[in-house]
């Protein structure tokens, strides 16, 4: 799993009873995207309500494109996983639900990532998400 300089992104955590939510990028062309980067951290207690994915340009490799977000080990794919998002077309998909150890409530501060893996002889050359986790924290 690859981190970045910052690796102490504090959880979120608006301090109402209310929905809260982490929005992020996903590019094809990050670095370290092939096996991960930090994106967000949520809070100890918190409950994942759904994820929605914004693919606002189309990710473009020539055999296969895959866009995860989790915090499972190196699949990363516990909140988005493979085949929950159409990649390769703009769109929006809602209220994807989390499973495995991301269902919650959380049991400790939780880092996700998001990871973007591609196939084919021709690399992508385009390709952007923006993700947003909606939870509820342990208030």
């Known amino acids: 799993m690859t981190t970045s300089l910052n690796n102490t992104i504090p959880a979120r955590?608006?301090?109402k009873q209310q929905?809260?939510?982490?929005r992020f990028t996903v590019a094809y062309n990050?670095?370290?995207i092939a096996?991960?980067?930090q994106k967000a951290t949520l809070p100890s207690g918190a409950i994942i309500i759904g994820t929605d994915v914004h693919?606002?340009?189309s990710f473009n490799a020539d055999s296969t494109n895959v866009l995860t977000v989790g915090?499972?080990?190196?699949?990363?794919?516990?909140v988005i996983a493979s085949g929950d998002v159409t990649e390769g077309s703009v769109a929006l998909t809602k209220d994807v639900s989390p499973t495995g150890t991301a269902l919650?409530?959380?049991s400790a501060d939780t880092t996700f990532y998001g990871k973007y893996t591609q196939t084919g002889p021709t690399v992508a050359t385009s390709g952007a998400a923006t993700v947003i986790i909606k939870y509820i924290p342990p208030r």
């Open 13 to 15: 955590d608006a301090g």
């Open 19 to 22: 929905v809260h939510f982490s």
């Open 30 to 32: 990050e670095t370290g």
């Open 35 to 37: 096996s991960g980067v």
């Open 55 to 57: 693919v606002s340009a």
């Open 71 to 78: 915090s499972n080990s190196t699949q990363l794919d516990n």
């Open 104 to 106: 919650g409530p959380l």
